[in-house]
Nanobody, 125 residues
Framework: QVQLVESGGGLVQAGGSLRLSCAAS????????VGWFRQAPGKEREFVAA????????YYADSMKGRFTISKHNGKNTVYLQIYSLKPEDTGVYYC??????????????????WGQGTQVTVSS
């Protein structure tokens, strides 16, 4: 059973930056996709970015391109999400997730088998 633990969230002023971390309990990042999703209050969970297991190919939601950067450190078994120029609308709980099958697209919530507990990001105006 893979466990994922997010960290790095917090309260930040608009225009600031944050780096979120997702630590996996097992050495799986070299094999499997990891994605970041976010969920704002009263809204559905939405895809932010994903990174593949082998080559580390990155994927972004069109609306997230430019201010979000996903990366990973296989040795540390950690995936990162760097967020720049934060806006109040970025407020929400950010989740990382890991997928072991590939029958659905990387941007599909249902494609992922394991989820972290989430980390809260609050952006003040």
């Amino acid at each position: 059973q893979v466990q994922l633990v997010e960290s790095g969230g917090g309260l930040v002023q608009a225009g600031g930056s944050l780096r979120l971390s997702c630590a996996a309990s097992e050495h799986t990042l070299s094999m499997y996709f990891v994605g970041w999703f976010r969920q704002a209050p009263g809204k559905e969970r939405e895809f932010v970015a994903a990174i593949s297991g082998g080559a580390g190919t990155t994927y972004y939601a069109d609306s997230m391109k430019g201010r979000f950067t996903i990366s990973k450190h296989n040795g540390k078994n950690t995936v990162y999400l760097q967020i720049y120029s934060l806006k109040p609308e970025d407020t929400g709980v950010y989740y990382c997730a890991l997928r072991t099958s590939y029958d659905l697209g990387a941007d599909n919530v249902g494609a992922y088998d394991y989820w972290g507990q989430g980390t809260q990001v609050t952006v003040s105006s």
